[in-house]
């Protein structure tokens, strides 16, 4: 989806290290990409890790699409719906 969008939606980025016993670490919050030191973050040196976004959106807001994607909206007082 375009990002005319973004503000439908709450993405937190996550990450965890294969390092046993280490928790799950939110990075940071809003934002389609991420960029970061992995030992800034307290990622142990030597190990792997998986980031990933855990995208929602707001609360009462919805989006739909059609089978090729494209988002259906209308316009109600200038505002998307």
């Known amino acids: 989806y375009g990002t005319e969008y973004d503000d439908l939606f709450r993405i937190t980025w996550k990450g965890q290290s294969a ?3 280490e928790p799950e670490k939110v990075l940071a919050t809003g934002g ?3 960029e970061f030191i992995p030992a800034d973050k307290g990622f142990p040196a030597g190990h792997i890790f998986q980031v990933w976004a855990e995208v929602g959106l707001l609360i009462g807001e919805s989006l739909m699409g059609d089978e090729e994607g494209a ?3 209308s316009q109600i007082d200038g505002k998307t719906v």
Do not use: E, Q
Request: glycine residues 12%; charged residues 20%; hydrophobic residues 35%.
């Open 19 to 21: 390092k046993p016993g």
């Open 32 to 34: 389609r990409t991420l």
């Open 71 to 73: 988002v259906i909206s």
